[in-house]
């Protein structure tokens, strides 16, 4: 166990064994990656693993997943999630996951590791400073909803 794993609070420690967990049922035939992710939102843990297929750009990342399980159970704020595949270093998500991340995680707490040992502990800011925000955001008044405008 690394130096890091030390400061996982039991929540934190939770949500990755639901990713390490989850892992198990990707589906990653032509990548041979699996990756499992799992988010804490305000309706609980939701989890996602990597999904694969012949046509490779319609495969689909496993945070994106664990997001999609997220949202589609009604929860709406992501607090931290936690992600996990067999890499030297903590596995890091990619671009658009981070962007999708953040729409529900803006300031969310981010476990990254690999299931050889390594651990990180960092945050969505510090993964995706300065990312995109759109002028219709839900909850800062302009275009909610409204469906003017373009
Ligand atoms: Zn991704």
Redesign the pocket.
């Known amino acids: 166990m690394s130096e890091q794993a030390a400061e996982l609070s039991a929540e934190d420690r939770a949500l990755l064994e639901a990713a390490r967990a989850v892992r198990a049922h990707a589906y990653a035939p032509y990548s041979q990656f699996p990756v499992g992710a799992a988010v804490r939102t305000e309706r609980g843990v939701f989890t996602g693993v ?1 999904v694969e297929n012949a046509s490779y750009p319609l495969g ?5 997943n664990a997001v999609a399980a997220a949202v589609a159970a009604g929860a709406r704020r992501i607090e931290a999630v936690a992600v996990i595949a067999d890499t030297a270093e903590p596995v890091r ?6 962007q ?1 991340l953040h729409e529900f995680g803006p300031h969310a707490r981010v476990i990254l590791a690999s299931v050889r040992g390594p651990l990180e502990l960092t945050t969505l800011p510090a993964l995706l400073p300065r990312a995109f925000e759109s002028v219709r955001r839900p909850g800062q008044g302009r275009g909610a909803g409204s469906g003017a405008g373009g």
């Open positions: 990597n689909s990342c496993a945070e994106r998500p990619c671009g658009g996951c981070r999708v």
